[in-house]
């Protein structure tokens, strides 16, 4: 298994510039989430999904969508990149039930000029 | 809104000491604690975790204790070793919700 996967690693934005950051499992997990990671401001939640076509929002949700067409693929899409949203992003996938661990992919640096 | 907070922010401990790190929630209504491990330029990495049932949980060197009238939880690394500096994040989750502590950036000294 590959476990979760992102692509990019790093990219680099300039402001009003939309992109998608793109995070796939191959573990078959129901539950998968966005988070950012900002220094001193731990993981904050961006958005969640249960489930493919179920997708809901977390802590910080504006200035990003996202969607669930399958098991496998959540992206995440900046639709008008501010420097605000420069940050390290990671994506999580877990089975949906209590106890199950949460595996986090490598992260994708993001940088908005 | 924090809702689970961790301190201390960093810590320095000597190699076979002990690393003592504590959480604080609000939320009664969350039903797992997790603590997460971070090393740079990585993902976070699931270390141990505790349900709210349970007063403490042991895996090899590291421990959670867990205060549920207190609404406290902590992380205890026995003999720490350099190979266990890192940043470590409490959390915890509520449905389908987790919700993370800022963080602490573990040190050991050889």
């Known amino acids: 298994n590959a476990g979760v996967t992102q692509t990019p690693k790093f990219q680099v934005l300039k402001t009003g510039q939309s992109m998608t950051l793109q995070c796939a499992q191959d573990?078959?997990?129901?539950?998968m989430s966005w988070y950012r990671q900002d220094p001193g401001m731990g993981l904050r939640l961006i958005h969640y999904s249960v489930g493919a076509g179920i997708t809901d929002q977390g802590e910080v949700p504006n200035g990003y969508n996202v969607s669930r067409s399958t098991t496998e693929d959540f992206p995440l899409r900046l639709l008008s990149a501010a420097p605000s949203q420069t940050s390290v992003y990671f994506c999580?996938?877990?089975?949906?039930?209590?106890?199950?661990?949460?595996?986090f992919g490598p992260g994708t640096r993001l940088l908005v000029l | 809104q924090q809702q689970v907070k961790q301190s201390p922010q960093s810590l320095i401990v000597q190699k076979g000491g002990i690393s003592i790190i504590n959480c604080a929630y609000e939320n009664t209504a969350f039903d797992y604690f997790p603590w997460y491990q971070q090393f740079p330029g990585k993902g976070p990495a699931l270390l141990i975790a505790i349900r709210p049932d349970v007063s403490e949980k042991k895996e090899g060197r590291f421990t959670i204790s867990f205060n549920k009238s207190a609404k406290q939880f902590s992380l205890h690394i026995m003999d720490s070793q350099p190979g266990d500096s890192a940043t470590y994040f409490c959390?915890?989750?509520?449905?389908?919700?987790?919700?993370f502590g800022t963080g602490t950036r573990l040190k050991v000294l050889a």
């Open positions: 573990m078959n997990h129901e539950y």
């Open positions: 959390a915890a989750k509520q449905h389908t919700r987790y919700i």
């Open positions: 999580a996938s877990s089975y949906n039930r209590v106890g199950e661990t949460q595996y």
